[in-house]
């Protein structure tokens, strides 16, 4: 029998300084909320498809509120850690040992 997942509020760790360094960049009036437009402008400079970046908003909202709270958005940047580490984008997979993910600071040079 599979262990019962824990409430995403228990799966990622509060007090990480780069996360709540990039939470600040999508929410800086701390309204709490993250919409799914600002979301979606910060994590596509994480370079991953459309497709997984889809996949990753789904996870991270999953009763589909159309934002996410600072855990969801949490949860967001721990599974673009897991496909930039090349690890399968699941909630099972938040846990794992990787590296924080990356995000393009800058616009490419061209």
């Given at each position: 029998?599979?262990?019962?997942?824990?409430?995403?509020?228990?799966?990622?760790?509060?007090?990480?300084?780069?996360?709540?360094?990039?939470?600040?960049?999508?929410?800086?009036?701390y309204?709490?909320?993250?919409?799914?437009?600002?979301?979606?402008?910060?994590?596509?400079?994480?370079?991953?498809?459309?497709?997984?970046?889809?996949?990753?908003?789904?996870?991270?909202?999953p009763?589909?509120?159309?934002?996410?709270?600072?855990?969801?958005?949490?949860?967001?940047?721990?599974?673009?850690?897991?496909?930039?580490?090349?690890?399968?984008v699941?909630?099972?997979?938040?846990?794992?040992?990787?590296?924080?993910?990356?995000?393009?600071?800058?616009?490419?040079?061209?």
């Amino acid at each position: 029998m599979a262990a019962p997942l824990l409430p995403l509020s228990q799966q990622i760790p509060t007090g990480n300084q780069l996360y709540e360094s990039y939470y600040k960049q999508v929410d800086p009036a701390y309204t709490g909320r993250v919409g799914a437009s600002e979301a979606a402008l910060f994590l596509k400079k994480s370079g991953l498809s459309d497709i997984i970046l889809g996949k990753i908003w789904d996870l991270a909202d999953p009763e589909g509120k159309g934002f996410l709270d600072k855990q969801g958005f949490y949860v967001a940047l721990r599974l673009v850690a897991c496909a930039q580490s090349g690890h399968e984008v699941t909630l099972s997979n938040l846990n794992l040992n990787m590296p924080p993910p990356k995000f393009q600071t800058h616009p490419p040079v061209i």
